[in-house]
Structures are given as C-alpha cells and as structure tokens.
C-alpha cells in the first residue's frame, strides 16, 4: 500500500507542472496579420455650380456626377447648397 501511495505522489507532483503549464497556453492563435479594409473614394467631377439668378418660385436643376474609385461602399448622408 505504502509503494503504491508513493508511486502515485511521485506521478502526481511530476505531472502537476506540466499540466499547469498547459493551462497557461492561450486557447487561440494570434489575429494574423489580415488585408487592410476596403475603403470608398468619392470623385466629383464638378464640386460647384452657379445657378445664377433665378426667379422666386421657378424650379432649377443641375446633375452632379458622383463616383466611387475605392473598393469600399460609398455612402451620400448629406448634401446642403452652398
């Protein structure tokens, strides 16, 4: 009974280091190094437009042309006169 008793103290202390260094280990390998994200570019071909004088009341239009060159999506929230 002693032997056996020592024989399991002696796997026990010698198996409790490395155990409690395997706790240790991180459960994830580190975030790789990934590609940068996509990101919009907004081109405008024509920034400003003079309307002149106009009537009150009268209706006035002007496209503005608007692209995207980056590799992301574009996103238009606001647009105000000057």
């Given at each position: 009974?002693?032997?056996?008793?020592?024989?399991?103290?002696?796997?026990?202390?010698?198996?409790?280091?490395a155990l409690a260094g395997a706790a240790d280990a991180p459960a994830q390998a580190p975030p790789s190094k990934s590609a940068p994200a996509a990101?919009?570019?907004?081109?405008?071909?024509?920034?400003?437009?003079?309307?002149?004088t106009a009537a009150e009341g009268s209706v006035i239009t002007h496209e503005f042309k608007v692209k995207?060159?980056?590799?992301?999506?574009?996103?238009?929230?606001?647009?105000?006169?000057?």
């Open positions: 009974m002693k032997r056996t008793l020592s024989w399991l103290l002696t796997i026990a202390i010698t198996l409790l280091p990101a919009p570019s907004i081109v405008i071909e024509e920034s400003t437009f003079d309307f002149g995207n060159t980056g590799s992301g999506v574009l996103t238009i929230d606001r647009v105000r006169p000057g």
